[in-house]
């Protein structure tokens, strides 16, 4: 059977991205040799590095000054590696989730840190809008998707100093003013790529101007100077990544996407409000078009279990609550098709009918 895969990380890619991706582990670009076992340096190689930064480049639309990286670690070591690079005295965190809490935690080995505002007094089901970003600080962090409990910012704000923002779970799903950033990082195993790459897009004029040493592979300066070949990148997923970015450009790229992105947001969201039996968790202007959060309404939670099976029986799969939400959560992630979204809303319908 067909599985709709709601998956919140890692998942669905597009088919084009796995077939490519296959064909290349058996023969990369006509070498005879597989994807895995060919020098990072060889020329098939850089033609792939410089492909994905180059589509990068142009779905994003990123201006002059910006350095394109991929590096190893994760997002969860650029919660460091900013710090490490651009903290010389204050940092200030926008704290709007699990995410933005362990980022702001980990600024705070490097200097003062200031959380300009926290949604945790309500389970971070908004996003604060009243804060002031202090004009004294080196950068202003944001997450601009809550992948947990399924807010978002999906307007770039204004700030007066360099916004440094984690777009894991975002990235290409919207168009996005990268002039207003100073520095957009995220892990690939959401919106882009399998699991083991992490992008960096880097105002270079940034860099170089905090006081302490950092060691050589935590400098983003390494990676702009060697083009990311400064040791072995993660390969595989750069290969995927650009399979990835060609689809994408392929489909009308970023604001093809996003046009895709609100039709099937559109669509669960309605259902949801549409229903007696199933609520929403976060504040109806701060609803996220990738990661969609909901519950049992009051009353109906003994049936959750119940929905949850038969959503199995109709081949989707992932949409189980992150245990920190609860009920269920729909990653409808670029990949995702709409007709996996119709089939949801219409296993909620009937669902509805039968109680
Ligand atoms: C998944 C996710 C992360 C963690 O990414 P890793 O690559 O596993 O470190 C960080 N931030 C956000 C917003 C995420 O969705």
Redesign the pocket.
Known sequence: MKKHNFNP?PSILPQETIDGTIEAVKNFAGTGLSLLEVSHRSKEFEAVMNETVALFKELLGIPEGYAVLFVGG????QFFHVPYNLLEKKAAYLVTGT?AKKAYKEAKLFGTVEAVASSEDKNFTYIPKDYVIPADADYFHI?T???IYGTELLKDIDSPVPLVA?M??DIFSRPVDVSKYGLIY??A??NFAP?GV?FVIVREDLLGKVSRPIPTMVDYRTHIKDNSLFNTPPVLPIYSGMLTLRWLKNLGGVPGMERINKAKADLLYKAIDDSKLFVGTVAKEDRSRMNVTFVMAPGFEGLEEEFMALTKTKGMVGLKGHRSVGGFRASLYNALPLESVQVLVDAMKEFEASH
């Open positions: 990380g994760g997002a969860s070591s995410w997450t998707n809550n992948t984690d894991s779970s995220g892990g195993q959401k699991a992490t």
